[in-house]
């Protein structure tokens, strides 16, 4: 089982920033990936951006120059540091979890709003 708490969600004007963390703890595979989703009403849940430990990452496209995703290997913590946000941003940002031969973990959600 792994455990993923998140917090740094909030309302923000547009244009302004935020930073959303999430610690991962329990049976932490040393090689895994963690990252965001996000989903806004009535729509699908959808990429934000991922970081495996080795660094490598991917984002959505809708946030690529944007939004900014770290981690800390030895703190099992991911980081997504959004600046330039607009309404459309506005969401449940969901941390996740994986890795091989282990299934999906989400956290509980974290309200992003961004007024216009």
């Known amino acids: 089982q792994v455990q993923l708490v998140e917090s740094g969600g909030g309302l923000v004007q547009a244009g302004g920033s935020l930073r959303l963390s999430c610690v991962a703890s329990?049976?932490?595979?040393?090689?895994?990936?963690m990252g965001w989703y996000r989903q806004a009403p009535g729509k699908q849940r959808e990429l934000v951006a991922l970081?495996?430990?080795?660094?490598?990452?991917n984002y959505g496209d809708s946030v690529k120059g944007r939004f900014t995703i770290s981690r800390d290997n030895a703190q099992n913590t991911v980081w997504l540091q959004m600046n330039s946000l607009k309404p459309e941003d506005t969401a449940v940002y969901y941390c996740?979890?994986?890795?091989?031969?282990?299934?999906?973990?989400w956290g509980q959600g974290t309200q992003v709003t961004v007024s216009s």
């Open positions: 996740f979890w994986s890795a091989q031969r282990s299934r999906d973990y």
């Open positions: 329990g049976n932490i595979f040393s090689i895994n990936v």
């Open positions: 970081i495996q430990t080795d660094g490598t990452m």
